[in-house]
């Protein structure tokens, strides 16, 4: 938690890309599953651990990180059934 809200952080070690806000959006709709709406998450983060000791916390706030997961899911499940 993080205040009131359940909150989702996926803890980064190497460098930040543009994949992850949609990783951490495929972690939310999983765990989100069969739940309350109180139950579910409200935030999804990023800590990215520097080799010194340091971290940066980034959210992910875009509504469309939804649809591009789902997106991509669809596409992997294309491929993988048309071999």
Do not use: W
């Not at 994949?19 to 599953?33: A, C, E, F, R």
Request: glycine share 6%; hydrophobic share 30%.
């Amino acid at each position: 938690f993080i205040g009131e809200d359940i909150t989702e952080l996926d803890i980064k070690s190497g460098i930040k890309t543009k994949s992850h806000p949609i990783q951490t959006m495929g972690y939310k709709l999983l765990y989100d599953q069969d739940k309350k709406p109180k139950e579910q998450i409200k935030k999804r983060m990023c800590v990215y651990l520097d080799e010194f000791g340091k971290y940066k916390v980034e959210e992910h706030k875009d509504i469309n990180d939804k649809a591009v997961f789902l997106a991509a899911l669809t596409l992997t499940n294309y491929k993988r059934g048309n071999k």
